[in-house]
């Protein structure tokens, strides 16, 4: 597998029982805490080996840092909280690569194994199924008001939460329940990976709007006018391939095309089968939501 779907990680064969899952991610602090900053960092580039189905087992740390503007207590803080990410995933971080820049940057390279038939991929979607969301939305514009000071690290809590937690038990419940495609939701938003889904299986979405859980505070927030630019990036992209129902305002349009770290997996599964991936979800300690169906005509369809 490589880039024509444009799937979560690229997936290489070894053998008729065993391929090789593989994925990099890194990106500029998200939070002030240089440990937690490790902790979502590790957790989001582990999150595509899970999208995928598959098992993580090792990583490198990729790092850039200001060496002569921080401290080096700062960088060991930040591979401290990777560490014990890694650590809780089971994975073995076998070393990295440092260079020194003038804003610090950390991610990981990960590598997992996956037997061939039981990929998850993002084609795969029919005409039918359920959408299934695994993490509320928010991330991108809670931590762009924590760095205007339009909320507190209290309010800011939720999303570092739902950051820092690993993919793991949601994949292992879709990997129960043999859903018909998956993804994960992060720097393009939900309308940008479902899009990804969509047109890689070559059908549309119907979305309802009221049934995506969001953070405490996003609505709020989206309405003064407070999201990143990614986020407005992304929904100027997607403009086109959306059919929006009357009366719903720009500012919820943009909640759903925010820019997410670390977020949820999206997943779509036959209907008969959804009762029992959100049971199988909470069995394992994870959560969902049914936030709509897929549907034979193209583009995405929001309503209320």
């Known amino acids: 597998m490589g880039f024509d779907t444009s799937d979560d990680a690229g997936v290489y064969r070894l053998s008729a ?3 090789l899952v593989q994925t990099v991610d890194f990106f500029t602090p998200i939070v002030d805490d240089p440990y937690t900053f490790g902790q979502i960092a590790a957790a989001n580039s582990l999150s595509d080996i899970y999208a995928m189905g598959a098992k993580p087992l090792t990583a490198l740390n990729i790092v850039a840092f200001p060496i002569d503007a921080l401290s080096g207590d700062v960088l060991l803080e930040i591979l401290r909280g990777g560490a014990h990410k890694a650590e809780e995933a089971g994975v073995a971080i076998l ?3 440092t260079v020194d820049d003038c804003e610090p940057k950390f991610g990981m390279a990960v590598t ?3 037997h061939p038939d039981r990929i998850l991929r993002n084609a795969g979607a029919r005409i039918g199924d359920r959408l299934v969301l695994t993490k509320p939305i928010g991330t991108g514009i809670l931590s762009t008001a924590a760095k205007r000071d339009r909320i507190d690290q209290d309010a800011l809590a939720e999303a570092i939460g739902w950051m820092s937690t690993l993919n793991d038990r949601a994949a292992a419940a879709a990997i129960e329940v043999q ?3 998956c993804t994960d939701v992060t720097g393009f938003g939900l309308l940008g990976h479902l899009w990804e889904m969509l047109r890689a299986s070559g059908v549309g979405a119907l979305l309802a709007f009221d049934s995506v859980p969001l953070m405490e505070l996003v609505h ?3 309405r003064e006018g407070i999201a990143p630019g990614g986020t407005r990036r992304n929904l100027k992209f997607l403009r086109e391939q959306l059919k929006v129902v009357p009366g719903l ?21 036959d209907p008969a089968k959804c009762d029992f ?7 394992n300690g994870a959560q969902g939501w049914d936030i709509g169906e897929i549907v034979g005509e193209p ?3 929001i309503t209320l």
């Open 249 to 269: 305002p720009d500012e919820d349009l943009l909640i759903l095309a925010d820019a997410q770290t670390s977020g949820g997996l999206l997943m779509a599964v």
């Open 277 to 283: 991936l959100l049971q199988a979800l909470q069995r």
């Open 17 to 19: 029982d065993l391929a």
């Open 179 to 181: 859903v018909d495609a």
């Open 95 to 97: 070393g990295g690569h």
């Open 299 to 301: 583009g995405i369809s």
């Open 112 to 114: 997992g194994t996956v």
């Open 220 to 222: 709020v927030l989206a």
